[in-house]
Each structure stands twice: as C-alpha cells, then as structure tokens.
C-alpha cells in the first residue's frame, strides 16, 4: 500500500512535466501492438510483446530464477511460467540448473534465442536510425548518455522506494 499521497509529494518543475509527457508519447508509439507487429516482420520472429520482453531481460543478465524475472519484470509469476513454456516450446530458452539450489531452475537463452534478440535489437536499432538519421553524432551521443543516466537513477530510486516499504512493512519484535 502506497504510505504517501500526491500531497505529500514535491511540485515537479516544468522541465519534468514535460519530461514524462515525452516519455508517455515515446511508451506509446514503442508499444503500440502495430509496431510491434512490424518490428517482429522485419526480424522474422513471431513472438508476442510479453516474449520479446522476456527474452530481451533474459538476454541482459545471467540464467535467472522465474521469480526473478517477474519481479524485475513487474509481472505476476504465473505470467513468467507461461511465457517461459511459450519460448522453451519455441526453441528461444531452455531451464538449467541452479548452481545455488539444484532443486531450483534458471532460464537462459538457447542459440536460437540469442539469434532472435539479436534480430529483433537489430530491427529495432535499424528503424530508430531512419527515424533519427538527421540528427548529428554528438546529440546521438547525448541524448544516449542522458537515457542511460535517467534510467539508472529511475532503478536507485526505485530500489531505495522498496527499500524503505519494506522497512516500514517489517514486523515490530519484542525482545
């Protein structure tokens, strides 16, 4: 449960304003079922949104843990199993042991899967360079720069967000 209201948080300024409205307008156009549609055509992949996530976040760390794919997904577990059997069915991922727990699995691409994610980010990469093909090297540069540094302090503060839920959900101990 949430413990703060708009209320308790600061104004935004007007620069953040419309940071996030640029942002809502880039989450639409990048998820809108159309483009993905595309996307998938171009790199001869026929896998839904939810398996193209799953697989890109797979892709990005090491052989994990169902669970913990939901949670740096945000999804319910359930969701991940299902997707998980779609992609292992598929030929894209394969379960392996875990070397901390032999009873527990993680999920790792197979060659396949790293052949469908490398062309999937090069379909995508190849439709973000005709879109961005004007500007200059050096605003590429920025603007890149400036996403990963947004995203990493999104992923602190969300962590410390947790952090401090956590805390506050803790059970009180007499001792």
């Given at each position: 449960?949430?413990?703060?209201?708009?209320?308790?948080?600061?104004?935004?300024?007007?620069?953040?304003?419309?940071?996030?409205?640029?942002?809502?307008?880039?989450?639409?156009?990048?998820?809108?079922?159309?483009?993905h549609d595309?996307?998938?055509?171009?790199?001869?992949?026929?896998?839904?949104?939810?398996?193209?996530?799953?697989?890109?976040?797979?892709?990005?760390?090491?052989?994990?843990?169902?669970?913990?794919?939901?949670?740096?997904?945000?999804?319910?577990?359930?969701?991940?199993?299902?997707?998980?059997?779609?992609?292992?069915?598929?030929?894209?991922?394969?379960?392996?042991?875990?070397?901390?727990?032999?009873?527990?699995?993680?999920?790792?691409?197979?060659?396949?899967?790293?052949?469908?994610?490398?062309?999937?980010?090069?379909?995508?990469?190849?439709?973000?360079?005709?879109?961005?093909?004007?500007?200059?090297?050096?605003?590429?540069?920025?603007l890149a720069?400036?996403?990963?540094?947004?995203?990493?302090?999104?992923?602190?503060y969300t962590?410390?967000?947790?952090?401090?839920?956590?805390?506050?959900?803790?059970?009180?101990?007499?001792?």
């Amino acid at each position: 449960m949430p413990t703060e209201s708009l209320s308790d948080l600061p104004e935004a300024s007007p620069e953040v304003v419309e940071i996030e409205r640029a942002l809502t307008r880039v989450t639409y156009l990048s998820t809108r079922a159309r483009q993905h549609d595309r996307l998938m055509a171009l790199a001869g992949v026929p896998l839904d949104r939810a398996a193209v996530a799953l697989l890109r976040q797979i892709a990005d760390s090491e052989p994990l843990r169902p669970g913990e794919l939901a949670q740096r997904l945000g999804v319910e577990a359930s969701h991940v199993t299902r997707t998980v059997q779609q992609l292992q069915r598929a030929g894209y991922v394969s379960r392996v042991p875990d070397p901390d727990d032999r009873r527990a699995q993680r999920i790792q691409l197979t060659d396949a899967g790293r052949e469908a994610v490398g062309r999937i980010r090069q379909a995508g990469a190849q439709g973000m360079q005709l879109a961005l093909a004007e500007w200059r090297p050096e605003e590429l540069r920025q603007l890149a720069a400036l996403f990963h540094r947004m995203v990493d302090d999104f992923l602190a503060y969300t962590i410390e967000e947790d952090a401090g839920r956590e805390a506050d959900e803790a059970p009180l101990t007499t001792g």
